[in-house]
């Protein structure tokens, strides 16, 4: 149950909200049509969207966009208060912030192609004295004027885009302004020979793990973790081939980021190592 709940608004907007709660609870996700920055004051909670569940600790938070109904944050334990700080950003306000320069953070990445709408934040040090001090305002109502919710806005996104998920956090706040939708073979092929994993293709689709396994059977008629691992290993036996490029360079290039696991599974698959695979050819 909620046992208290505080707000600021700007331009006519939610734009900082302050909830406690009291577990047991279920709570209906407190915004709409926005992008959204969760902080996790005090106590661990559960947030969840469709079949994903997102489990977020004491300072940790969770940034989201495109939220809508069917969303909610719980907690089943029988102690243990929850404080959440919930800070929305609404294109209108933030249109009207930066008019002239936008950050590089509200900008359509160039090379990011993701339908990613969620990502969780890591404990940051500054993030948690930001959120410390917005609690002074909270607890001092007659010092909020517009301005200072302009700098406090202004300090947010500045923090964001100096955190080590900066770049996936780009991809979510840009959809506000550059809404693209990229189809789910468009993901795979963009991503497939980064070093990244079926659960970091997941999310980049925006589906679970186990829709992602299903989605991808139905595309490729293959597992990913078979396909991708075929489509790498045929790629750096050509670049084997074309190029002059270090065995180790080849293989962080389709995606591999262990050289000794690059050279067993190319010798499974093509019965020679790597640097034979070359000679040979040549």
Same mark, same amino acid.
């Given at each position: 149950?909620?046992?208290?709940?505080?707000?600021?608004?700007?331009?006519?907007?939610?734009?900082?909200? @302050?909830? &406690?709660?009291?577990?047991?609870?279920?709570?209906?996700?407190?915004?709409?049509?926005?992008?959204?920055?969760?902080? #996790?004051?005090?106590?661990?909670?559960?947030?969840?969207?469709?079949?994903?569940?997102?489990?977020?600790?004491?300072?940790?938070?969770?940034?989201?966009?495109?939220?809508?109904?069917?969303?909610? *944050?719980?907690?089943?334990?029988?102690?243990?208060?929850?404080? *959440?700080?919930?800070?929305?950003?609404?294109? !209108?306000?933030?249109?009207?912030?930066?008019?002239?320069?936008?950050?590089?953070?509200?900008?359509?990445?160039?090379?990011?192609?993701?339908?990613?709408?969620?990502?969780?934040?890591?404990?940051?040090?500054?993030?948690?004295?930001?959120?410390?001090?917005?609690?002074?305002?909270?607890?001092?109502?007659?010092?909020?004027?517009?301005?200072?919710?302009?700098?406090?806005?202004?300090? +947010?996104?500045?923090?964001? #885009?100096?955190?080590?998920?900066?770049?996936? +956090?780009?991809? &979510?706040?840009?959809?506000?302004?550059?809404?693209?939708?990229?189809?789910?073979?468009? &993901?795979?092929?963009?991503?497939?020979?980064?070093?990244? !994993?079926?659960?970091?293709?997941?999310?980049?689709?925006?589906?679970?793990?186990? #829709?992602?396994?299903?989605?991808?059977?139905?595309?490729?008629?293959?597992?990913?973790?078979?396909?991708?691992?075929?489509?790498?290993?045929?790629?750096?036996?050509?670049?084997?081939?074309? #190029?002059?490029?270090?065995?180790?360079?080849?293989?962080?290039?389709? !995606?591999?980021?262990?050289?000794?696991?690059?050279?067993?599974?190319?010798?499974? @698959?093509?019965?020679?190592?790597?640097?034979?695979?070359?000679?040979?050819? @040549?």
């Amino acid at each position: 149950m909620v046992t208290d709940y505080k707000k600021m608004d700007l331009f006519g907007e939610t734009f900082i909200q @302050k909830v &406690i709660l009291q577990p047991p609870f279920e709570f209906p996700f407190p915004v709409r049509d926005s992008a959204c920055f969760l902080f #996790s004051m005090e106590g661990d909670l559960q947030f969840h969207q469709e079949e994903e569940q997102y489990e977020v600790s004491n300072n940790y938070s969770l940034l989201l966009t495109c939220v809508n109904s069917g969303k909610k *944050v719980s907690n089943s334990a029988k102690s243990t208060k929850n404080e *959440v700080v919930v800070i929305s950003f609404h294109p !209108g306000t933030l249109k009207k912030i930066y008019e002239r320069d936008r950050p590089l953070l509200l900008q359509k990445p160039k090379n990011n192609i993701s339908n990613q709408c969620s990502e969780k934040v890591n404990n940051d040090f500054l993030i948690k004295k930001y959120i410390e001090g917005l609690l002074f305002y909270f607890e001092n109502p007659s010092l909020v004027n517009e301005d200072i919710l302009i700098i406090k806005l202004k300090e +947010i996104i500045l923090l964001l #885009s100096q955190t080590q998920n900066a770049d996936t +956090i780009q991809v &979510i706040l840009s959809q506000l302004f550059s809404p693209a939708t990229y189809t789910f073979k468009q &993901i795979i092929e963009a991503n497939i020979f980064l070093q990244v !994993g079926v659960e970091d293709l997941a999310q980049k689709t925006n589906l679970s793990v186990s #829709s992602f396994k299903r989605e991808f059977a139905k595309h490729y008629n293959d597992s990913p973790a078979n396909y991708i691992k075929t489509k790498r290993l045929e790629k750096a036996a050509e670049l084997l081939i074309a #190029s002059d490029e270090r065995v180790t360079d080849i293989a962080f290039d389709c !995606g591999f980021n262990d050289l000794a696991n690059f050279t067993k599974s190319f010798h499974d @698959k093509y019965n020679i190592t790597p640097t034979n695979y070359r000679l040979k050819s @040549k």
